[in-house]
């Protein structure tokens, strides 16, 4: 189907990631911009942290493994944004699924892979919180969160108005004391889209935040995905338009996109606390976890919960209570710990 996502492959270093100075890392004169980038260094700046790539045990070797991020980690870009903001947690990040690929592009399946092997500790951060912003006005929109949506749009809206009001000179003024913390693209955004303050007057607030999380997303994902005609032998057995993700950071702002465009469902496992993609045609019991062993698991635990309790003197119409299960499954597994005891 034409606009159909290309496979997507992304690559891991195995030996992993660790911080380094900027000026450790290239000459006295040279730095690191927020692509990844070398160049010189304005006068007075400090030398940035850039998460690099370890060395394998090969002299000057990288060994990578290689893997799909839109098919093998559906929910990646959640995960993504409760990243936290040490460099540790970032670390931890890149040892599972990579650096972002800030102005690099991917390699397909097959060919020798294409990676940037040092990356501004800082980009990480700045594309980690416009990805909570983003999830967070999504979140609110879902749960109807009235109060939290305006209390976001409101200095929002009122920076809108004295733009249109003033000029952009005049404006800059009032955007400086009311949203210290909002990209100037987005602001730019919303420069040319003034029809979003008509709908918060109107009461709109859902449809208002939307506007925010589309110039958000819309801004993210700009030069990170790219259209492209290729040869697609699977389906149509010739030339189709695909969307290509460039690196690993307009994938994770893909999926964001795709979960909000197409409605997607997610929910945390119960057992391992990941997020995963709701199956609305699968069973009900398969949606409160991410997969069967999960499931498996919180059956066992749940099964050695009860007998504890069980043991405590607690009968079994409370421990049913208490775990959410029936009374006969329960007494159930208390006679099957007694039998095993005897």
């Not at 370890?54 to 995960?79: H, I, T, V, W």
């Not at 949203?179 to 709908?199: A, I």
């Not at 859902?206 to 492209?228: D, F």
Request: net charge neutral; charged share 25%.
């Amino acid at each position: 189907m034409p606009g159909e996502i290309f496979d997507f492959i992304w690559f891991v270093n195995k030996a992993g990631y660790t911080l380094v100075d900027a000026a450790l890392a290239g000459d006295s004169s040279g730095g690191i911009d927020d692509n990844g980038n070398s160049g010189n260094r304005g006068e007075g700046s400090a030398p940035g942290r850039l998460i690099a790539a370890k060395l394998s045990e090969g002299p000057g070797s990288y060994d990578m493994k290689q893997y799909n991020p839109l098919l093998e980690q559906k929910c990646l870009f959640r995960a993504f944004a409760e990243t936290g903001m040490e460099p540790e947690d970032i670390i931890g990040f890149a040892d599972e699924y990579g650096l972002m690929g800030f102005g690099r592009e991917t390699a397909h399946a097959g060919s020798s892979p294409v990676y940037l092997r040092m990356e501004p500790l800082e980009s990480w951060r700045n594309e980690i919180r416009a990805m909570r912003k983003a999830l967070r006005i999504w979140d609110m929109v879902q749960d109807e969160d009235g109060r939290g949506l305006d209390a976001f749009l409101s200095p929002l809206m009122r920076w809108v108005e004295a733009d249109m009001a003033a000029g952009e000179i005049s404006a800059n003024g009032v955007a400086s004391r009311l949203l210290p913390k909002v990209d100037p693209g987005e602001l730019r955004w919303y420069r040319s889209h003034p029809e979003s303050l008509n709908m918060y007057r109107a009461g709109n607030l859902a449809g208002t935040a939307l506007l925010a999380v589309q110039a958000i997303a819309n801004r993210c994902l700009e030069r990170r995905i790219s259209p492209r005609i290729l040869w697609d032998d699977r389906h149509l057995n010739g030339w189709s338009l695909y969307f290509v993700p460039n690196n690993l950071i307009g994938a994770l702002w893909l999926q964001l996109s795709q979960s909000i465009t197409q409605e997607k469902d997610y929910r945390r496992c119960r057992q391992c606390d990941t997020w995963f993609e709701i199956d609305h045609y699968t069973a009900r019991t398969n949606r409160y976890f991410c997969s069967n062993a999960c499931r498996s698991k919180a059956y066992r635990d749940r099964q050695a919960r009860a007998r504890e309790l069980s043991e405590k003197g607690m009968d079994c119409n409370e421990i049913a209570g208490r775990l959410g299960s029936d009374m006969e499954t329960v007494r159930r597994w208390v006679a099957s710990a007694a039998a095993g005891k005897r």
